[in-house]
């Protein structure tokens, strides 16, 4: 009776029913919609482990919710990722997926960016993401060498995104001459550009180019300049990493620290404040997920590689980012910079 009276009494001087504080995660969820929103265009390898994530993470979580897959592309994931920090409700209703870089963009000041990183809460990552730059057989452009000597041009989505900065850094860090032309939906669309004539070439994720353009790499249409990463992917081990392509200590240290988003991967990630017992059920979940033979089948069938870290240590890494010293911070921002941008 006592309970009860004191469950009334909160409802009236604090404004929310007695059920709110004493709700379980399963009753929370039941019935509810999850929403995993992709801060990418479809058909990409983004999407995709957007869309295995939402396909398969519901039946992890107590209520087994409905999880919805929303594609929410622009300013290089930065419109998802605001829109979840700013607007989304902070109740463990929405995960999202954003751009790997996203902690580093915060950092440096990249324009657009209206979030903490480390305040957002780390669910899990899928895996670690690898882009890799390519130009068509067809272009003068081979390698890191061509590119320093030749001016080439390469289809991107928008500014801030990945297919865009990590092109501009190396113009800048290691003395390229890529035109990088904006505007493209996706990879996809990017990729269609070069079929189109429209560029050269593109950066993308390994998994998104192996599985949407198997042909290029079986009939030898593409050539692969670098990998951005920190170490050679095995199975691309030919291609040297962007850290390798640095001429001095000082070129390296600011490639190797840009580099460290590929460790971030594909991590998902919910909003600030949400209760600590529904961020658990998400991170378990999520962990669940990662080792749900289904999930590792639909995976493997569109052959992308599985590589999970659980929300804690994701949470750890995005965390390191302040670590970084001034000094460095400074010249990854130098790198970033596009010339002639305002």
Request: proline share 6%; with cysteine.
């Amino acid at each position: 009776m006592r309970t009860a009276y004191f469950a009334a009494f909160c409802g009236v001087i604090f404004g929310f029913e007695p059920q709110a504080w004493a709700q379980s995660a399963e009753q929370f969820y039941q019935g509810k919609a999850v929403d995993v929103v992709i801060g990418f265009g479809a058909g990409g390898g983004n999407d995709f482990y957007g869309r295995l994530l939402a396909n398969h993470i519901g039946k992890h979580i107590p209520g087994r919710p409905n999880v919805v897959p929303k594609n929410m592309p622009g300013a290089g994931s930065f419109l998802a990722i605001n829109t979840i920090y700013n607007v989304a409700p902070k109740d463990g209703t929405v995960i999202g997926l954003g751009a790997p870089t996203m902690a580093l963009d915060e950092k440096i000041g990249s324009q657009g960016v209206r979030f903490k990183s480390s305040q957002l809460n780390w669910v899990g990552r899928i895996d670690s993401q690898i882009d890799v730059l390519f130009m068509l057989s067809t272009s003068p452009v081979k390698t890191i060498d061509d590119a320093r000597r030749i001016e080439s041009t390469l289809s991107s989505t928008g500014a801030g995104s990945a297919s865009s900065n990590y092109p501009t850094v190396l113009n800048n860090v290691v003395g390229t001459k890529f035109k990088i032309i904006l505007g493209y939906r996706g990879s996809n669309d990017a990729m269609l550009a070069m079929e189109r004539g429209e560029a050269e070439g593109h950066s993308t994720a390994w998994n998104t180019l192996k599985v949407a353009k198997p042909e290029w790499l079986r009939d030898k249409k593409i050539a692969m300049l670098v990998q951005f990463a920190l170490s050679r992917h095995p199975e691309i081990a030919n291609v040297p990493t962007a850290v390798e392509i640095g001429r001095t200590d000082d070129e390296r240290d600011v490639l190797r620290a840009i580099m460290s988003a590929s460790d971030i991967g594909t991590a998902f990630f919910t909003t600030p404040d949400v209760p600590a017992d529904r961020l658990a059920v998400l991170r378990r979940a999520f962990d669940a997920t990662m080792k749900d033979p289904a999930f590792l089948e639909d995976a493997a069938k569109a052959k992308f590689s599985i590589g999970p870290m659980p929300g804690e240590a994701v949470q750890k890494l995005v965390a390191e980012m302040d670590g970084l010293s001034p000094a460095l911070i400074q010249k990854i921002a130098a790198a970033f910079v596009i010339p002639g941008a305002k």
